[in-house]
């Protein structure tokens, strides 16, 4: 008998082949992933560089996590950082932060030990876990092998070094930001309640994220006016910028004597402060500072990416459920808040700071999903991006030491190790 011609063979493996060629694969990832951690043990450094420049095609985070680790085990804090009187607080106590993650963190560390290395280990831990998470969700339904244009890995590698991990680890402020970016993301992804709760645990890492949870507050209320909501944002803006300062601190002054407890006494510190300030402003303007450019040296690319962020917004006005837009709008709010702010310097340049890392992520996410404007975004702020980075470098290598960059089994050595800046310093 003849075979039937239109009977077909399948193309698809029996199940048996199918299970043993899943099983071979998961074998072969996993002593992948095995082989990855034993080589991040050695030489944490070179394996978080490559899992940065290969996360989008490789999804691997392991190298980051422990080089995160391994930073705050390395970093011996200098005199009169921030890092160095928690480090003080750990050793002689006793333990006066009021941020209860912090809080916690400290005693953590004060009760097993291990002295303030362990802290500054759960610390990079933490950051490496939030910048991964952020990272997954900057990706999020992103092809794999997607090209991007020049000016979406500019600012994506702009994005993500704008904070590295030894400010992180010398601020609390900075690492709060990556909540705050985490946040934001979900935001844009619209899950607004998970979004509010870890704006709240920024609050608890420091309490200068208390505005950006209020800027996060007015974008939610204002979803409903639609088109209006760009008008409303702008109107605040305006109010903001010709309200006294003097206003905006009995304000805060008035609802921290409401509020009672730990909260009123960080509200009533920062107002007194920034009254204190407001004596000193005309005094000395150099605000401490060594050069011109350490204390400016935002202000450049600050202006610039809202010059080309309006630019680029202008294309997508009309459409207000662009997560684009929303961004935009949280932009502008914070925004008025740092103009609000003007009275406590401090605090308003902390927000310049959260702005800043937001206009970084609306550019890269901008060309990331489009292409149109790339030249002029480019030209607007290629040259206030390279002076910015140059000079928070070099402010950032204060207290890092070389061993974070050696293979691991240098860091025994590490106390007697010299800084990055002392490394600097003999080519000079």
Same mark, same amino acid.
Request: hydrophobic share 50%; aromatic share 18%; glycine share 6%.
């Given at each position: 008998m003849r075979p039937n011609r239109f009977t077909r063979r399948s193309s698809v493996p029996p199940i048996s082949d199918r299970d043993t060629m899943h099983r071979r694969l998961y074998i072969s990832k996993k002593r992948s992933f095995q082989q990855n951690i034993f080589a991040a043990l050695v030489w944490p450094f070179l394996f978080a560089a490559e899992d940065v420049f290969t996360f989008p095609k490789r999804r691997a985070f392991m190298g980051f996590v422990i080089f995160s680790a391994f930073a705050g085990l390395t970093l011996i804090p200098g005199s009169?950082?921030?890092?160095?009187?928690?480090?003080?607080?750990?050793?002689?106590?006793?333990?006066?932060?009021?941020?209860?993650?912090?809080?916690?963190?400290?005693?953590? %560390?004060?009760?097993? *030990?291990?002295? @303030?290395?362990?802290?500054?280990?759960?610390?990079?831990?933490?950051?490496?876990?939030?910048?991964y998470w952020s990272a997954r969700l900057f990706f999020y339904n992103l092809p794999v092998n997607k090209t991007y244009s020049t000016a979406a890995l500019v600012f994506m590698l702009a994005f993500f070094l704008n904070h590295p991990v030894f400010d992180a680890l010398n601020a609390r402020y900075q690492l709060g930001i990556w909540v705050m970016l985490l946040s934001t993301f979900l935001m844009l992804d619209g899950r607004w309640q998970l979004s509010l709760c870890i704006a709240v645990l920024g609050i608890m890492i420091h309490f200068g994220h208390s505005l950006f949870s209020l800027a996060l507050v007015l974008l939610l209320l204002s979803r409903r006016l639609g088109r209006g909501q760009i008008i409303f944002a702008y109107v605040l803006l305006l109010v903001a910028f010709f309200m006294p300062s003097s206003l905006t601190l009995s304000f805060s002054d008035s609802? %921290?004597?409401?509020? *009672?407890?730990? @909260?009123?006494?960080?509200?009533?510190?920062t107002v007194k402060l920034a009254e204190h300030n407001q004596l000193l402003s005309t005094g000395d303007s150099s605000g401490g500072y060594d050069s011109w450019f350490l204390e400016w040296f935002t202000t450049p690319i600050f202006y610039s990416l809202f010059i080309s962020g309006h630019l680029l917004w202008w294309k997508i006005r009309k459409y207000p459920k662009d997560p684009q837009f929303q961004l935009w709008i949280l932009i502008i709010l914070m925004w008025a808040l740092q103009f609000a702010m003007r009275g406590e310097p401090e605090g308003a340049g902390r927000v310049e700071r959260n702005i800043l890392a937001l206009l970084l992520m609306w550019h890269a996410r901008w060309f990331v999903y489009r292409r149109s404007g790339e030249f002029v975004a480019l030209l607007i702020n290629i040259a206030p991006m390279i002076f910015y980075f140059i000079v928070a470098y070099r402010r950032s290598v204060n207290d890092a030491r070389i061993g974070a960059f050696l293979p691991s089994f240098y860091s025994y050595f590490t106390i007697a190790m010299p800084t990055v800046e002392d490394v600097f310093s003999w080519f000079h």
């Amino acid at each position: 008998m003849r075979p039937n011609r239109f009977t077909r063979r399948s193309s698809v493996p029996p199940i048996s082949d199918r299970d043993t060629m899943h099983r071979r694969l998961y074998i072969s990832k996993k002593r992948s992933f095995q082989q990855n951690i034993f080589a991040a043990l050695v030489w944490p450094f070179l394996f978080a560089a490559e899992d940065v420049f290969t996360f989008p095609k490789r999804r691997a985070f392991m190298g980051f996590v422990i080089f995160s680790a391994f930073a705050g085990l390395t970093l011996i804090p200098g005199s009169g950082s921030d890092a160095y009187t928690v480090a003080s607080q750990i050793y002689y106590g006793p333990v006066v932060t009021k941020e209860p993650i912090i809080a916690f963190l400290v005693h953590m %560390a004060s009760f097993s *030990g291990f002295g @303030f290395h362990f802290y500054f280990m759960l610390l990079g831990l933490i950051y490496a876990s939030v910048l991964y998470w952020s990272a997954r969700l900057f990706f999020y339904n992103l092809p794999v092998n997607k090209t991007y244009s020049t000016a979406a890995l500019v600012f994506m590698l702009a994005f993500f070094l704008n904070h590295p991990v030894f400010d992180a680890l010398n601020a609390r402020y900075q690492l709060g930001i990556w909540v705050m970016l985490l946040s934001t993301f979900l935001m844009l992804d619209g899950r607004w309640q998970l979004s509010l709760c870890i704006a709240v645990l920024g609050i608890m890492i420091h309490f200068g994220h208390s505005l950006f949870s209020l800027a996060l507050v007015l974008l939610l209320l204002s979803r409903r006016l639609g088109r209006g909501q760009i008008i409303f944002a702008y109107v605040l803006l305006l109010v903001a910028f010709f309200m006294p300062s003097s206003l905006t601190l009995s304000f805060s002054d008035s609802i %921290a004597q409401k509020l *009672g407890g730990s @909260f009123s006494e960080k509200v009533s510190n920062t107002v007194k402060l920034a009254e204190h300030n407001q004596l000193l402003s005309t005094g000395d303007s150099s605000g401490g500072y060594d050069s011109w450019f350490l204390e400016w040296f935002t202000t450049p690319i600050f202006y610039s990416l809202f010059i080309s962020g309006h630019l680029l917004w202008w294309k997508i006005r009309k459409y207000p459920k662009d997560p684009q837009f929303q961004l935009w709008i949280l932009i502008i709010l914070m925004w008025a808040l740092q103009f609000a702010m003007r009275g406590e310097p401090e605090g308003a340049g902390r927000v310049e700071r959260n702005i800043l890392a937001l206009l970084l992520m609306w550019h890269a996410r901008w060309f990331v999903y489009r292409r149109s404007g790339e030249f002029v975004a480019l030209l607007i702020n290629i040259a206030p991006m390279i002076f910015y980075f140059i000079v928070a470098y070099r402010r950032s290598v204060n207290d890092a030491r070389i061993g974070a960059f050696l293979p691991s089994f240098y860091s025994y050595f590490t106390i007697a190790m010299p800084t990055v800046e002392d490394v600097f310093s003999w080519f000079h």
